[in-house]
């Protein structure tokens, strides 16, 4: 939602802060296990609500290209 937020917000210039040393937010992802058998894991979410024609969400993620690469389970 940072990310979004400072886009919606371009026009302003504004500047994004992390907690961590590594960017993602909830959508960040970790490598666990033996060094020899590693598995990576996502630590929270990365999905795209599904919209419809005409909301202010669904003109978003056309203006950002998600439309043409996302794929939507239905």
């Known amino acids: 939602s940072g990310l979004s937020t400072a886009y919606l917000l371009r ?8 907690l961590r040393d590594q960017y993602g937010g909830n959508a960040m992802g970790e490598i666990w296990g033996d060094p020899l058998d590693e598995k990576p894991y996502s630590m929270g979410t990365a999905y795209v609500i599904s919209t419809e024609e005409g909301e202010p969400l669904h003109e978003f993620y056309r203006e950002l290209g998600v439309l043409d690469t996302a794929r939507f389970a239905g």
């Open 11 to 18: 026009e302003f210039s504004p500047v994004l802060f992390e």
